[in-house]
């Protein structure tokens, strides 16, 4: 079945460090998403990336869907202690009426952000 | 609008026992879903509904099952617990653009 492999598992940076978590898929994806979880907390939808070596920006951070669609990267620029959490891409095969929205989830990136 | 809601947000069983896990939303979503989370695993999806009436099963479905009466609940149901069920379990619903998660429930099976 499809794979989505995320690294690294754990990022520890100091306040002000930049950060960038990857994604790759063992399939060719319809879309890729993004999603924060703060501790203890539920996953909160950030981003969906639909064409092929689409780059969106949400203030310090930035998202990039590769040109095969198959790996996507999340970068953090100066990351500050409210960016801690666990970040995780999810893969969605076919369009949304083929694959019923369904997601295939990374592993995620827990990030530690140290004042 | 209260989003996705999760009943109840903790609760231990005993191997055996059985149990619902509720889940609402007031979005008027069609596609709802249910993952179960532990940790480093990230999310792993149990079973879906794409609306009233419409279920399947997800990656890991065994020992669950649910149903759909209506749009808006989508409860899960766990027989016959086992300590392998030990999770965090999350109900999640979309429309166009994105999943929308409830709080969790974190059941623990002993």
């Known amino acids: 079945g499809q794979q989505v492999m995320q690294i690294p598992q754990y990022q520890h940076v100091q306040e002000g460090e930049d950060f960038t978590t990857y994604c790759n898929s063992s399939?060719?994806?319809?879309?890729i998403q993004w999603y924060k979880q703060r501790p203890g907390g539920h996953p909160v939808f950030l981003i969906q990336?639909?064409?092929?070596?689409e780059v969106k920006k949400q203030k310090r951070l930035t998202f990039q869907f590769g040109e095969a669609k198959k790996n996507s990267s999340l970068h953090i620029t100066a990351t500050q202690t409210t960016d801690v959490g666990t970040y995780f891409c999810?893969?969605?095969?076919?369009?949304?009426?083929?694959?019923?929205?369904?997601?295939?989830f990374g592993q995620g990136t827990i990030l530690t952000v140290h004042p | 609008n209260a989003g996705v809601t999760q009943t109840p947000k903790f609760r231990i069983l005993k191997i055996g026992q059985s149990m619902t896990l509720q889940c609402a939303q007031d979005m008027n979503h069609n596609y709802m879903y249910w993952y179960r989370q532990d940790p480093g695993m990230g999310l792993k999806l149990i079973y879906y509904?794409?609306?009233?009436?419409?279920?399947d099963k997800g990656e890991v479905p065994n020992g669950y099952n649910v149903s759909r009466s209506t749009t808006e609940d989508f409860p899960l149901r766990l027989e016959l617990a086992a300590p392998s069920q030990t999770s965090v379990y999350f109900c999640?619903?979309?429309?166009?653009?994105?999943?929308?998660f409830g709080p969790g429930t974190r059941l623990t099976v002993l």
């Open positions: 509904s794409v609306g009233a009436g419409i279920t």
């Open positions: 990336l639909v064409k092929s070596g």
């Open positions: 999640a619903s979309s429309y166009l653009l994105g999943q929308f």
């Open positions: 399939t060719t994806l319809s879309n």
């Open positions: 999810a893969g969605q095969l076919g369009a949304g009426g083929t694959s019923y929205g369904k997601l295939t």
